[in-house]
Nanobody
Framework: VQLQASGGGLVQAGGSLRLACAAS????????LGWFRQSPGREREFVAAISRSGKGTWYADSARGRFTIFRDDAKSTVYLQMNSLKPEDTALYFCAAHGTDHRDSVVAVSSTYRIWGQGTLVTVSS
């Protein structure tokens, strides 16, 4: 599967953005998915993950309560709805896919993912 992220942009603090990650290639339903981000001078960090079934989700503490990850298997797309954005959310956001037999497992560890999108830049101004 190949991933293409989109939806990044410039937004004021308190605003919202919805990132999308469209997949092509193999069956989208076979993959657990995740969003990660990286800002200059920092390590890539986990943001949110969703299981193959969509029933399992997990969030970083920084994202919980403000961000929502969801998937639309009919469109082979995973989304990250980001609300109440803060300047510290500024980063390059990546989507990732992990092929697994476990329908309800979520994966928060970046090294588990073998397939990555190219990243989309989110800039939050104060």
């Amino acid at each position: 599967v190949q991933l293409q992220a989109s939806g990044g942009g410039l937004v004021q603090a308190g605003g919202s953005l919805r990132l999308a990650c469209a997949a092509s290639g193999r069956t989208f339903r076979d993959y657990a998915l995740g969003w990660f981000r990286q800002s200059p001078g920092r390590e890539r960090e986990f943001v949110a993950a969703i299981s193959r079934s969509g029933k399992g989700t997990w969030y970083a503490d920084s994202a919980r309560g403000r961000f929502t990850i969801f998937r639309d298997d009919a469109k082979s797309t995973v989304y990250l709805q980001m609300n109440s954005l803060k300047p510290e959310d500024t980063a390059l956001y990546f989507c990732a896919a992990h092929g697994t037999d476990h329908r309800d497992s979520v994966v928060a560890v970046s090294s588990t993912y073998r397939i990555w999108g190219q990243g989309t830049l989110v800039t939050v101004s104060s």
